[in-house]
């Protein structure tokens, strides 16, 4: 039984982080550059119209980005079948042979589908918290000019300007709440969507491959993990529910809270003998 070679999506994570951490920066950019002493109308659509050109040059880029790794991590999955199952002498030569099921083409288009959805959603809620923001600070400055007439000042006062430079700080301070009801700030919910997502159309596309090459057992990868994952390490589990033998089920597995977490990095070797060799 030959290990799968090692998978590593970290670089491209990096870059789809720093795309949204760039975009976040330039959205704080354009909002610290609003005149507060004078919020009129003209000036917040300018600076609305900028933050969405932002949001949408961001969604167009990491469109892009799923379509190019997402199936880069299905791919992995079936050339990982192909070599664990002893089909090739080396690694490099398992890419030649590599083909979609019908079952990894529909994993492809549905990852690709779910994970550029679940990424809308961020940039969706940055653009919705801007405009509740900037709408935050135009009220305080309304409240702040009215005020002016009651004692005379001239001037928005100091302690205003803070509150409302506080308020629009807050722009890109959303929280994004994940299907386990987990609250994530922006740029670490992006970090662990994608990274999730790459690992899990990893391992449907093992299993899909491997049961369609009549392989319905796999190890779990080894990585000496402390999380709860460690006391499934190396464990063997059967990767259809009826296949003979004790063995836990992957996708029992899958549903609970010990492994294949979000940003659990552990994948599955399979293997048509559960004992393993
Ligand atoms: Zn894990």
């Not at 700030?185 to 992006?190: A, E, G, I």
């Amino acid at each position: 039984m030959r290990d799968i070679p090692e998978i590593n999506y970290e670089h491209d994570i990096q870059r789809l982080v720093s795309l949204y951490k760039r975009g976040i920066f330039d959205i704080m950019a354009e909002l610290n550059r609003l005149d507060l002493t004078d919020m009129q109308r003209a000036q917040i659509l300018a600076t609305l119209k900028n933050v969405a050109e932002i949001l949408r040059s961001i969604n167009e880029e990491s469109s892009k980005w799923v379509e190019e790794v997402m199936p880069k991590a299905v791919t992995d999955g079936i050339a990982g079948v192909i070599y664990s199952l002893g089909v090739v002498e080396t690694a490099e030569e398992v890419y030649t042979l590599i083909k979609l099921n019908k079952a990894n083409k529909a994993l492809t288009e549905a990852v690709i589908a779910d994970t550029q959805a679940d990424l809308l959603r961020v940039t969706t809620n940055i653009n919705d918290r801007t405009k509740y923001v900037i709408r935050q600070a135009t009220q305080l400055s309304f409240r702040a000019n009215y005020a002016k007439g009651i004692n005379g000042r001239r001037a928005i006062s100091v302690d205003i300007l803070r509150e409302m430079r506080e308020t629009l700080g807050k722009a890109v301070d959303t929280g994004i709440i994940d299907a386990r009801n987990i609250r994530w700030k922006p740029l670490d919910y992006v970090d662990m969507l994608v990274r999730t997502k790459t690992m899990t159309a990893h391992i449907d596309a093992t299993i899909n491959e491997a049961v369609a090459r009549e392989a319905y057992y796999g190890r779990i990868s080894k990585h000496g993990a402390t999380d709860a994952c460690r006391n499934y390490e190396g464990k063997i589990v059967k990767l259809v529910p009826d296949a003979p033998g004790d063995y836990p089920y992957i996708g029992d597995l899958r549903g609970g809270r010990d492994i294949f977490h979000p940003n659990c990095k552990h994948t599955i070797t399979p293997t048509r003998l559960p004992n393993g060799i």
